[in-house]
């Protein structure tokens, strides 16, 4: 059993020919272990505590100070974050909980998009917060612990089968 729950999201550099998305769309892997690649904020929160919006260098130092035996990390897209924590950090926690994952199970048949803004939506829990980057940055860390507490203590009742049949 693990002694925190860290809730992240991060915000990384993209542009037209390095993304993960359009014409020039590069995997994840690709995209992470590019030369290009640069974290240019990432949003925690550990169990309750507030929100940080910290830079490269105040993450590696953050991370530093977490045992990730004992950290349990919950993202909206694990594949993307845990990979950016594994590979740029060298951070593997001992679980992963994925709030992209749940809502695949759980919203993929009412939801034309999985995004957090959407999942947030229709958990009626508000949109993604985003008002630049830097320290201004509405951080996403609330919105993923409140998708995930939906998730986890709704279900079944908000969730029901597809069919009673």
Not at 77 to 96: E, H, K, Q, T
Not at 126 to 148: E, H, L
Request: hydrophobic share 40%.
């Amino acid at each position: 059993m693990t002694k925190q729950l860290l809730f992240l999201d991060f915000e990384t550099f993209y542009a037209e020919r390095f993304s993960l998305k359009g014409k020039y769309a590069l995997t994840i892997p690709e995209y992470i272990l590019d030369e290009r690649f640069e974290v240019i904020i990432c949003a925690v929160a550990v169990n309750n505590g507030p929100v940080e919006v910290l830079t490269e260098p105040e993450l590696r130092r953050f991370l530093q100070g977490l045992n990730p035996d004992e950290t349990t990390t919950i993202t909206h897209n694990a594949l993307f974050d845990a990979c950016i924590l594994s590979w740029r950090y060298g951070f593997v926690p001992a679980y992963s909980l994925d709030t992209l994952g749940m809502a695949r199970c759980l919203l993929a048949h009412c939801l034309k998009s999985l995004s957090l803004d959407s999942v947030a939506q229709a958990l009626g829990e508000g949109v993604k917060g985003w008002r630049g980057c830097g320290k201004n940055f509405q951080s996403t860390a609330p919105t993923i612990r409140i998708c995930a507490g939906a998730f986890l203590s709704a279900w079944p009742q908000r969730f029901p089968p597809l069919s009673s049949a």
